[in-house]
């Protein structure tokens, strides 16, 4: 063989350990060629192996009577009734992000659509959690920049609706700046029956090769970008990441769906992280099968590409099929019409070995399933951090605290993390396919409906990482918490979770242990919240020289209305309802300090990161939610909106700008406790629900009956905005003025770009 | 009566628009695959939004050459209906069956959201059915909306009354500024039609706000025009 001998450098330049690399020669028999030795790197990489995580997963719940199908497929797949299924899934495209911001994002976006439609599920819905550093640097604005025209980009062409997403933007501390986050989440619906695996079947049958040729782009891309930290030449790696093109995939969606229809089709793969190397390999294993593949029939971009270079290229939109013997012309015909490239390279065998020839020249023959599944796995070392010695905020006087409110919460509204995502969202076409019921900026979730049924999704993603940087476990139950508490908002169930778990370095026993805490946290909200977890994705090695980012797990959760004509928007509908709080508890005064430190409020008016996130009663808000659900199910809700960051009276606000009319509200605060942490404290299960005279006596009855409190706080009006504490106005002025602040905020600081 | 939707292979609003005529509308309505010439059974033919084949280049640069649009050109010009939406409009711009081009949106910016169109005028195909100066709530979802045409072509416009719709408040005045008229469109021009009527364009997605979830139905009376014409035609 022609490649180059494998040495021990090269065996590291790979990103294998010795004792790996011992692993694959007890597998082989022998040692690698070039070729095997790359094949292994990637799979065997932290992003597609998932070596550090596996051991914490595991306490993941992943069953339940709606799950079709949990984590180890493309995407996970739920039951949502009518014969229906929802296939959905959330990946991290975070380090080519940060490397070319559009790019990076856009192919992001590719990579989880093809996740969904290689299950046989047409796209229905694109969300995505962002975090950026703060945007007074203009670096991190040219990021947000960049990252939100990539998804834009790729998103609109194709031709599926952006509906939802989050976004925070925290300071240095976060470790966002040299590290942002860019989690795509997906959702698809299919027929039950039609739901398709990636498990290479049936000896002899044709393997297909379908879509964009293959070039030298990418190679490496996942082992070297997401499996190792950051440093100064990480702007070297730009080669390595895959550029988009949405055109293509939207001929492959279609040709694709399309070719389903015939039958023909045995299984089918996506070739995103590792390619080709991934596809072969995890079908055969999957299926229990071999498969020999020829390379010089792989269509290329590039003249002189090795075998190395073809089994490891990243170029996007490519798929792999396996069609059933003697029906290939079926499926060709298919793609040939939609314009696409396709040509058989190879056929499933029956001896469970992936043979990679190049001209009849063997570069590579690997028994599939130890590749796929045998990579070591690591239990690796976790260390509790030691106690932070921090400063925690002191609440100002109430004089102070009272003269200061306007304008404390005029910057709250404005600050970029609260203000009005509409600069963002309008940049994405959210309402394409006419499916989108509550788009962006309209509820507590997206909601879509199914056409031909009453049945509504709505999906929402939520994950505080700063609440998990100073708790992981604690950060972790808030964020599955808040992410039930959207859905049950807009009057939908929630159903099931997909998860992308962004840390740093495992290899470092602290990173390890936030790791752990999430999990567990995770898995005690899910499990009292009757959520699963389908999938998801790990994203390690979130680190720049040293620095981690903020442990920051996203919960992507999916809820279902039975009618999706019932549900309520976040927006107040029309002056003189009641404006109800529903689960309002006393606050632990004794924790108070420490919960009001971890606040936005502390964040963006004190400059203060410290203490511990509120504390959840994670069966209490499970009461919560089944009591807002039901008002809505009967009814007697007008509006419900979730209090989450800067507490009741940003929720009261937001909940005041509709996204046409500009409603006020008075209401009426009491209570001991300090003015700050009544207006802008952050506890959980809480939610504001508006409410019309005729069903108000009936609420209350409902909240009783749920043992939920519910305080009756006062009334929407035309445009009046005036807050009463203890007796006193400490708030009065007109609605206009916040909507103004609240809605210019971002726009103001990312137009500094431009301007 | 049979009506057919367009399927440019990177058109992406063909099944909203198909869904509402044959779906919400109950008409009889058919696919017609680019590179067909097959339209002439047809009574009215719809070009939908999307990126016809991509739109690297300009936009519907390519889908101008394309088989389909040389006999959606023949067809126009014996009469037939045709209704261009976003991308279906710049289409019929490039293939001079409308006036005028498309320029990036003032903000260089992709732009998804509810606007105001005031219906400028009454008797065409497409708007028929609405009251004069009716405004309709309708979204946009474009890129390149900014219309733009030497002031020549502007004054024949107004002439001759092709402007169909312009941006506008929510109560019917025009006003040249970023809430009303997002994209900076020339004399807030959001859709126009071919001296002789058959042929009309808009950049706003009627097609979108068609039924009652959708946040409007107003885009619905477009379509209920324009096969109210058909059928008296």
Known sequence: MSEAAVTADLVAQHGLTAEEYEGIKEILGREPTLTELGIFSVMWSEHCSYKSSKVHLKRLPTTGPQVLQGPGENA???????????????????????????????TGVGGILRDIFTMGARPLAILDALRFGSLDNPKNRSL??????????????????????????????????????????????????????????????????????????????????????????????????????????????????????????????????????????????????????????????????TPYEIMLSESQERMLVVAENGREEEILSVFRKWGLDAVIIGQVTADGRLRVRHYGEVAADIPARPLADDCPVYNRPLAVPPPRIEKLIEF???????????????????????ASKRWIFQQYDHTVRTNT??????????????????????????????????????????????????????????????????????????????????????????????????????????????????????IGMLGVLEEVERC???????????????????????ELEQTFSSSEYAKSIRGLVAGQPPEIDLAYEKRVHDCCLEAIRRGYVAAAHDLSEGGLLVALAEACFGVESKLGAVVTLAGELPLEAVCFGEEPSRILLEVDEQHLADLLGLAAQYQVEARQLGWTTAGEFRVHFNGNIVLDGDVAHLAEAWGTGLARQMQAVSG | MKLGVVVFPGSNCDHDAFHVLHDVLGQPTEWVWHESTHIHHLDAVILPGGFAYGDYLRTGAIASHSPVMGAVKKFARAGGVVLGICNGFQILLESGLLPGAML??????????????????????????????????????????????????????????????????????????????????????????????????????????????????????????????????
Not at chain 1, 397 to 407: I, Y
Not at chain 1, 512 to 539: D, L, Y
Not at chain 1, 568 to 589: C, D, H
């Open chain 2, 104 to 233: 990036r949106n003032r903000r260089l910016k992709f732009l998804c959201r509810f606007v105001h169109l005031r219906v400028e005028n009454t008797a065409t195909p497409f708007t028929s059915a609405c009251r004069p100066a009716q405004v309709l709530k309708i979204p946009i979802a474009h890129m390149e909306g900014n219309y733009y045409a030497d002031a020549a072509t502007v004054r024949e416009l107004e002439r001759h009354q092709q402007i169909v719709f312009r941006y506008a408040t929510p109560a019917g005045e025009i006003v040249d500024d970023e809430e009303s008229n997002p994209n900076g469109a020339l004399a807030n021009i959001a859709g126009i039609a071919n001296r002789e009527r058959n042929v009309g364009g808009l950049m706003p997605h009627p097609e979108r706000a068609s039924e009652p979830l959708m946040g409007s139905t107003d885009g619905l009376v477009l379509f209920q025009s324009m096969i109210a014409s058909l059928v008296s035609k």
């Open chain 1, 437 to 554: 019921v509550l788009g962006p900026g309209q509820g507590d979730a997206a909601v879509l409906r199914l056409k031909g049924t009453r049945i509504g999704l709505a999906l929402t993603v939520d994950g505080n990482g700063r609440y998990c940087s100073l708790n992981p476990r604690r950060g972790a139950q808030l964020a599955v918490a808040e992410a039930a508490r959207n859905l049950v908002c807009v009057g939908a169930r929630p159903w099931a979770v997909t998860n992308c778990l962004n840390f740093g370095n495992p290899e470092k026993s602290e990173i390890m242990w936030q790791f752990s805490e999430v999990i567990e946290g995770m898995a005690e909200a899910c499990r009292v919240f009757g959520t699963p977890v389908t999938g998801g994705n790990v994203s390690f090695y979130n680190e720049t020289r040293g620095k981690a980012i903020y442990p920051t797990p996203v």
């Open chain 1, 76 to 106: 996970g797949v739920v039951d949502i009734g009518d014969g229906l299924a929802a296939v959905f899934k959330i990946e991290s495209h975070n380090h080519p992000s940060f490397v070319e911001p559009f790019q990076g994002a856009a």
């Open chain 1, 568 to 590: 309520v928007g976040a927006g107040f509908r029309s002056s003189g309802n009641t404006i109800v709080l529903l689960g309002v508890r006393p606050f632990n005064r004794e």
């Open chain 1, 396 to 418: 100002a006087p109430e004089t102070v605290a009272r003269r200061e409110l306007p304008e404390n919460f005029l910057r709250l509204l404005a600050s970029p993390t609260l």
């Open chain 1, 144 to 305: 947000a920049e960049g990252v939100v025209s990539g998804i834009a980009f790729y998103g609109n062409c194709i031709g599926v609706p952006t509906v939802g997403g989050d976004v925070y933007f925290d300071p240095e501390a976060s470790g966002y700046a040299h590290n942002p986050l860019v989690n795509p989440l997906c959702l698809g619906v299919a027929p039950r029956e039609k739901i398709f695996f990636a498990r290479a079947r049936g000896v002899g049958n044709p393997v297909i090769y379908v879509g964009a040729k293959t070039g030298r782009d990418g190679i490496h891309g996942a082992s070297l970008l997401a499996s190792a930290e950051f440093d100064e030449t990480s702007q070297q790696k730009r080669p390595n990441v895959q550029i988009g093109d949405p055109f293509l995939e939207k001929l492959l969606l279609e040709a694709l769906l399309e070719g389903l229809e015939t039958g023909a089709i045995v299984a089918l793969q996506d070739m995103g992280a590792a390619g080709l190397t991934c596809s072969t390999c995890e079908m055969s294993a999957r299926g229990g099968t071999g498969m020999e593949i020829e390379l010089e029939r792989v269509p290329q971009r590039e003249d002189g590409m």
